[in-house]
Nanobody, 124 residues
Framework: QLHLVESGGGLVQSGGSLRLSCVASGKSLRHYVVGWFRQAPGKEREGVAF????????YYTDSVKDRITISRDNAKNTVSLQMNYLKPEDTAVYFC?????????????????WGQGTQVTVSP
């Protein structure tokens, strides 16, 4: 059974940076599509960044393009999210999850085995 744990969240000022990590155990993430999602209070979970499995493709939602980079380290069974130039509207709980199918999809319903999330708070 694949188990994911997110870490790296915290409180940062606007314009600051954070690096989130998603460490997997139980199975290798190597060939999975992995997505990072976030959920702010009162809002639906939204996809932020996605990393393909076999083809290593990437997709970013428009609101984070040029500020966030997703990367994979197969040796550490980890998918990371480098977030720069953070804004208050980036405040949310951030989750990672592998896709159910081995194609890059961006809806939360296409992902399973969610981690517990890590809180990111950006102050003005």
């Amino acid at each position: 059974q694949l188990h994911l744990v997110e870490s790296g969240g915290g409180l940062v000022q606007s314009g600051g940076s954070l690096r989130l990590s998603c460490v997997a155990s139980g199975k290798s993430l190597r060939h999975y599509v992995v997505g990072w999602f976030r959920q702010a209070p009162g809002k639906e979970r939204e996809g932020v960044a996605f990393k393909g499995g076999f083809d290593n493709s990437e997709y970013y939602t428009d609101s984070v393009k040029d500020r966030i980079t997703i990367s994979r380290d197969n040796a550490k069974n980890t998918v990371s999210l480098q977030m720069n130039y953070l804004k208050p509207e980036d405040t949310a709980v951030y989750f990672c999850a592998p896709a159910v199918k081995r194609i890059l999809l961006i809806d939360a319903e296409d992902y399973d085995n969610w981690g517990q999330g890590t809180q990111v708070t950006v102050s003005p």
